[in-house]
């Protein structure tokens, strides 16, 4: 069994450019969660999705963040126009809708850098 | 909001001793989380705790349930050098209208051969 994929691992990008972070969750799991980790930090909370839907983006800057979950596809998070404060390690999770948070399964992670 | 502090926030001992770190908040948790993280990984989960005072074990690893809910403990039992990476406690909010899970800062663990 795959387990959660994100590409790319690394991404570097210009300040002004698009970042564009793929997940493919878990094979049966229809519950996406977005984690972005800064540097000796825990990780932070954006965004839940299920297929097609936003269910909670309360930890989502207001501006130049975006994701989605389409019904076909992986969930994509979208960051436009990067400053170099988007810096981070961005991570994906997965969960069944029966264990919902209680079992999430992470990914590796998308390591951006913003020069 | 809800916050988890976890202390130490480093720890560096020799193969072989054992290890205890904690994790406490202000507020109350009904379940709580332990995470690990391997460099340029993603965190795994180690061991989830349901009710207050429980105690579950998963190999080398025990956690605590805080009788207060407010607080877990977990050790490592005979370290070795596969278990450096840094050790997450979690626990689940509905801040923002949806459960999802708050982390601590985390605990980085380095054991010496």
């Known amino acids: 069994n795959a387990g959660v994929m994100q590409n790319p691992r690394h991404l570097v990008r210009r300040r002004g450019q698009e970042a564009r972070l793929r997940c493919s969750p878990m094979k049966g799991h229809s519950h996406v969660y977005w984690y972005r980790q800064l540097p000796e930090e825990g990780l932070k909370f954006m965004v839940y999705l299920q297929k097609e839907n936003i269910i909670d983006e309360s930890g989502m800057p207001k501006e130049r963040f975006s994701a989605e979950f389409p019904k076909e596809g992986p969930s994509i998070l979208r960051i436009q126009q990067v400053v170099r404060g988007d810096s981070a390690a961005y991570f994906c999770a997965s969960s069944s809708q029966l264990a919902g948070v209680y079992e999430q399964y992470f990914g590796p992670g998308t390591r951006l850098t913003v020069t | 909001g809800q916050q988890l502090n976890q202390s130490p926030q480093s720890m560096f001992i020799q193969e072989g001793e054992d290890v205890s770190m904690n994790c406490t908040s202000s507020?109350?948790?009904?379940?709580w989380l332990w995470y690990k993280q391997d460099p340029g990984e993603g965190p795994v989960l180690l061991i989830a705790?349901?009710?207050?005072?429980e105690l579950t074990s998963n190999g080398r690893l025990t956690a605590q349930f805080g009788i207060t809910r407010k607080d877990s403990f977990l050790n490592i039992s005979a370290s070795i050098p596969s278990d450096v990476g840094i050790y997450f406690c979690a626990g689940p909010t509905t801040q923002g209208g949806s459960e999802k899970l708050v982390f601590g800062k985390g605990t980085k663990l380095t054991v010496n051969p």
């Open positions: 507020s109350i948790f009904n379940t």
């Open positions: 705790l349901y009710k207050a005072g």
